[in-house]
């Protein structure tokens, strides 16, 4: 009897060592070069004009500049991203290119690239690589965007501590699979809200409660539809924009790997910031009316 206990624990331990071990991480991009034969992970090619709110956010790296984060166009001279995206550096190493669907799109009707001016971080993200809550961050920019028919237009926050549910729309330059690299495609994922109990307890389940940073009241989660869409690295910072036309969450962490099946991809909720964006950009930003 002492034998097969002993051996009972042995296979247990043996089978904890193998299960998936997860990490809440944020979705800061790689710097490996782009692969446009890659498909968000297990998202799909973007239409063109389908995400004219969605804009890629470019760092100057020495000389160059690279993709590093999503943003959404919030009003002619403002851009809504993640704080983490920013942090660490200064608003003239920035820019932003709206109108595009291919990362190297180049002459595209309506295509601008625009500098950054200024970063306004909320100033409850910590800064850092653990990951926290209020992860917002806004961009003012050097000019003001053109808006066109087609492919430059603004998407709506939501009105102040609204619930959304349904699915939402998921929009993002970001790898397809961890550690591979960007697709020069925009990908696009319909993915279920889930409800903010349930995506704690799932959350719960793979991280523990004591490593889970998801906040019910500050954060918002996706689900999943065929077993391993979700957000992953470049992503970070993107929209989630809901049936009613409004971004209602923005890409903040999820766990790695990325694409693991039942995890949950997690955003800033935007309602909870609706009060702070307006204040912060004295009244050019305003929500929904519903």
């Not at 590093?68 to 200064?90: D, F, K, N, R």
């Not at 994922?189 to 719960?204: F, G, Q, T, Y």
Request: aromatic letters at 6%; charged letters at 10%.
């Amino acid at each position: 009897m002492k034998i097969v206990l002993v051996f009972s624990v042995m296979v247990a331990a043996v089978l904890a060592d193998a299960s998936p071990s997860f990490e809440a991480s944020y979705y800061p991009v790689n710097n490996k070069p782009v692969d446009t034969s890659l498909k968000i992970v297990n998202g799909q090619n973007a239409e063109r004009n389908q995400v004219p709110y969605q804009v890629s956010l470019h760092r100057r790296l020495i000389i160059s500049y690279s993709h590093i984060c999503g943003g959404s166009i919030i009003a002619p001279s403002w851009v809504l991203t993640a704080a983490h995206c920013v942090s660490g550096t200064s608003a003239s190493n920035l820019r932003i290119l709206a109108g595009i669907l291919l990362l190297n799109d180049a002459g595209i009707e309506g295509q601008q690239t625009i500098d950054v001016e200024r970063i306004i971080s909320h100033p409850g993200y910590p800064g850092g690589s653990q990951v926290a809550p209020d992860d917002v961050a806004i961009l003012r920019l050097a000019q003001s965007l053109v808006y066109t028919e087609l492919n430059v237009r603004p998407v709506a926050i939501p009105p102040a501590f609204s619930v959304s549910s349904g699915t939402a729309l998921l929009s993002g330059w970001g790898i397809t699979v961890t550690g591979g690299s960007l697709p020069n495609n925009l990908q696009v994922a319909n993915l279920p809200i889930v409800l903010a109990d349930e995506c704690k307890s799932i959350l719960d389940g793979l991280l523990g409660a004591n490593r889970n940073p998801f906040d019910a009241n500050l954060n918002v989660c996706s689900g999943i539809v065929n077993g391993g869409e979700s957000a992953c690295s470049g992503d970070s910072g993107g929209p989630l924009v809901d049936n009613n036309g409004h971004v209602v969450g923005i890409v903040s962490w999820g766990l790695t790997p990325c694409g693991a099946a039942n995890a949950p991809s997690v955003y800033a909720r935007t309602s909870a910031y609706t009060d702070w964006l307006v204040e912060q950009t004295d009244g050019e930003v305003q929500p929904a009316s519903s």
